[in-house]
């Protein structure tokens, strides 16, 4: 496990059949908004979704209630907020951001929404011990059901830097 890792039950979430789906429906979308491959995907869907789990990039999601709550972190989302899974699941995406922020995150949600995906997104994040970080080159993606209905949005980015 890295430094500042949680618990290690974390590393075996990747594991239950919600988080096996709702991984192929993260790397689903992100093929149709991209034309890309965010992780490998050869194996089969828990192969996939250990691999998502561990990868060095962060990916994170929320859903589509009025006020989204976070549904994914992989490991590297959770060292970066400081949170093991229960907590993060439960915290509203808005909350990512500090109340300065959240217009700026608001606004490139909403584009991101119209458009499928956006890319190139520079932001600064507060984890949940207060720790600010700029997230650099970031990719939002809407994260959609096989018949393309909007179920989510998530993003992903391997550049951050504490400030």
Request: glycine share 6%.
């Amino acid at each position: 496990m890295r430094r500042g890792t949680t618990a290690p039950m974390e590393s075996r979430l990747w594991n239950e059949p919600r988080i096996v789906e709702w991984s192929h429906r993260l790397l689903e979308s992100y093929f149709h908004w991209t034309s890309q491959d965010l992780i490998d995907r050869a194996d089969d869907r828990t192969a996939q979704a250990l691999r998502l789990f561990e990868a060095s990039v962060v990916v994170v999601s929320h859903g589509v209630e009025p006020d989204p709550i976070l549904n994914y972190g992989n490991q590297a989302a959770l060292d970066l907020w400081e949170l093991s899974w229960e907590p993060f699941i439960q915290t509203p995406s808005r909350l990512t951001a500090e109340a300065d922020d959240r217009i700026e995150r608001a606004k490139m949600l909403e584009r991101a929404k119209l458009t499928g995906y956006f890319d190139g997104y520079r932001g600064v994040r507060i984890s949940s011990t207060g720790r600010r970080f700029l997230v650099e080159q970031a990719v939002i993606w809407n994260v959609i059901d096989p018949a393309g209905h909007p179920i989510g949005q998530a993003a992903t980015f391997s550049r951050w830097s504490y400030l």
